[in-house]
């Protein structure tokens, strides 16, 4: 099973970047499928949740209107467009897949906002 993150980097703030979770070894499809961040000395946080069938998703406080969730089932894929981000957006963030008590992670992407 292997889950990974892509497309992290540095922008500068109000900037944009598009993550990437592409998955492989397990029915990508039936999986609930959410991305989390963490900083340094905090608890990983949700940042945003799409169930196995797609739709809008569902999104913490500080990031609804800014971050955009989705999937693409054919290709074993869930990505996170980030909008609008700011210097507090900076974080390692990780794709996580669900389906009752199977769960896996990725290794993360660094994510930087910075002038």
């Known amino acids: 099973v292997q889950l990974v993150e892509s497309g992290g980097g540095l922008v500068q703030p109000g900037g944009s970047l598009r993550l990437s979770c592409a998955a492989s070894g397990f029915t990508f499809s039936s999986y609930t499928m959410s991305w989390y961040r963490q900083t340094p000395g905090k608890e990983r946080e949700l940042v945003a949740l799409?169930?196995?069938?797609?739709?809008?998703?569902n999104y913490a406080d500080s990031m609804k209107g800014r971050f955009a969730i989705s999937r693409d089932n054919a290709k074993n894929t869930v990505y996170l467009q980030m909008n609008s981000l700011k210097p507090e957006d900076t974080a390692v963030y990780y794709c996580?897949?669900?389906?009752?008590?199977?769960?896996?992670w990725g290794q993360g992407t660094q994510v930087t906002v910075s002038s």
């Open positions: 799409i169930s196995s069938a797609g739709g809008r998703g």
């Open positions: 996580f897949a669900r389906r009752g008590l199977s769960t896996y």
